[in-house]
């Protein structure tokens, strides 16, 4: 039911920055947990960060913390991904989803997806 859309991608150079963006198409968002994931080349989709209902919990995978930063604005309907410092192994497609039940896995029990934006970090 609720619509996904993520924004902001791009081609950037090695220790640059990039915000992206993962709006939401219903009121009900602000009640969803929202993760981020990524997908490169050759490789599985890999989970990048989480944020509660609230926000006030947050969860990173080991590679990306102390560089990227998740969060949300309710009011908004939209969630962020703020990426510092990006390397070439960020190259990937990266999309958000939302999580309706709070205490399901972070990692990978998600009900909404959007389709997707393209990061390119060049060396």
């Known amino acids: 039911q609720v619509q996904l859309v993520e924004s902001g991608g791009g081609l950037v150079q090695a220790g640059d920055s990039l915000r992206l963006s993962c709006t939401a198409s219903e009121r009900t968002f602000r009640t969803y947990a929202v993760g981020w994931f990524r997908q490169a080349p050759g490789k599985e989709r890999e989970f990048v960060a989480h944020i509660d209902w609230s926000g006030g919990t947050t969860y990173y995978v080991e590679s990306v913390k102390g560089r990227f930063t998740i969060s949300r604005d309710n009011a908004k309907l939209t969630a962020y991904l703020q990426m510092n410092s990006l390397k070439p192994e960020d190259t990937a497609v990266y999309y958000c989803?939302?999580?309706?039940?709070?205490?399901?896995?972070?990692?990978?029990?998600?009900?909404?997806w959007g389709q997707g934006t393209q990061v390119t970090v060049s060396s």
């Open positions: 989803a939302a999580q309706v039940l709070s205490g399901s896995d972070y990692r990978t029990e998600y009900d909404y």
